[in-house]
């Protein structure tokens, strides 16, 4: 029997059935995190392990913790733990054992499970790609070698990144090459040393390599990869396939992440000479939309010689309002890491709504469905 719902009643069940539809982020708003560093600018010599000497070119959100991990060779081999509310330094992570390459660190990448890893940074073909991992970041122990070989590219570790939990997780890394079209490597992190190259990616240059300053995973199967000017959309099923360029507006724009929030993906990217952040609706990749964007640094910046940085969405929430807010972190090198307080607000598409007063004569409420292009919703 379907009982007359009247009042306030009816109209939250009516709210929670909209729900159901797949309801676009029409808009974004973006705030420098105030209480993280100074007005959301952890700037340069805030710390140790945040300086001007080209030693911080990646960072990772842990969504077990909320907080940040910054590899820094400032001073030696650190992995540091940013407290993503106040980027104060929560602790370092045990280094020892950490050798090779010709940075022993460079990257970073969190599991969904909150496994920490890093990789070296390797400019040979003869010289083997390294990634440490600790289980947690709690962990106090020693790092364990989740993976040690040689990758087959010229250079691997300029970017890295992680996906996954478990015995599934992978990475993947790529750096700067400049004697084929583009590639990158996908590799296991259970000690196997086992993974696949993917070179000259059809569709991408050859002047120096589309995946070198940044990758981001899509899903288990599709990565961003990007030296700046023009992303590329890229799955990797058996043989890599660019499926779109993502045009960002510029050279400079590099360093990026992405994630989908309901059923919008979002990509963040981070200007390398500015440190302006902006954030793009990329549902038709190629045709992207810039809904904010912001910068929380301040004064003369040091210039970023190398182009390298990192971006990191935290968790987002839903707050059940048709609203969505998330931390983004971004870390520019020699210019400090950002933080902002993002929210977004979505609009049912217009055919949902006869699903509204369906869900509503049925009795249905709080069903939500999420989307797939990304990694957290």
């Known amino acids: 029997m379907v009982r007359k719902i009247a009042g306030v009643a009816l109209v939250l069940l009516v709210a929670a059935a909209a729900r159901v539809s797949e309801a676009q982020i029409a808009s974004a708003t973006m705030q420098p995190l105030a209480t993280f560093g100074t007005n959301g600018w952890l700037a340069p010599g805030s710390n140790a392990y945040v300086t001007t000497d080209s030693t911080q070119r990646g960072l990772a959100f842990n969504p077990l913790t909320s907080n940040v991990v910054l590899p820094s060779r400032a001073g030696g081999t650190n992995v540091a733990i940013l407290d993503g509310t106040t980027g104060a330094v929560s602790k370092t992570m045990d280094v020892t054992g950490i050798t090779g390459g010709t940075f022993p660190i460079n990257g970073a990448g969190v599991g969904d499970d909150g496994a920490i890893y890093v990789g070296n940074l390797s400019t040979s073909t003869a010289s083997n790609f390294k990634v440490y991992s600790w289980a ?93 000017g023009s992303a590329r959309l890229t799955s990797f099923a058996g043989t890599a396939t660019v499926d779109a360029s993502i045009p960002l507006g510029g050279a400079a724009q590099r360093a990026l992440d992405v994630v989908t929030v309901n059923s919008t993906p979002l990509l963040a990217v981070i200007d390398s000479n500015s440190s302006n952040v902006t954030i793009f609706d990329i549902t038709n990749p190629a045709t992207p939309v810039s809904l904010t964007s912001g910068n929380a640094t301040t004064g003369t910046l040091t210039a970023n010689a190398n182009a390298t940085g990192g971006l990191a969405w935290g968790n987002v929430i839903d707050n059940l309002d048709s609203t969505y807010t998330a931390t983004l972190y971004a ?47």
């Open 136 to 228: 947690s970041e709690a962990s106090a122990a020693a790092p364990t070698v989740a993976y040690d070989g040689l990758t087959g590219l010229t250079r691997t570790g300029d970017s890295f990144t992680a996906y996954g939990s478990g015995a599934s997780t992978q990475f993947a890394a790529a750096g700067g090459t400049t004697t084929v079209n583009s590639n990158f490597y996908i590799g296991t992190v259970d000690g196997s040393n086992t993974g696949t190259a993917y070179t000259s990616v059809p569709g991408t240059t050859t002047a120096s390599n589309d995946y070198r300053l940044r990758i981001a995973y899509v899903d288990a199967d599709t990565i961003i990869g990007n030296q700046g």
């Open 331 to 377: 870390m520019n090198t020699n210019q400090g890491v950002q933080a902002f307080s993002v929210t977004m607000t979505a609009v049912p598409e217009p055919a949902s709504w006869s699903m509204v007063f369906a869900a509503a004569g049925l009795g249905l409420a709080g069903l939500r469905r999420t989307g797939s292009f990304g990694r957290r919703t």
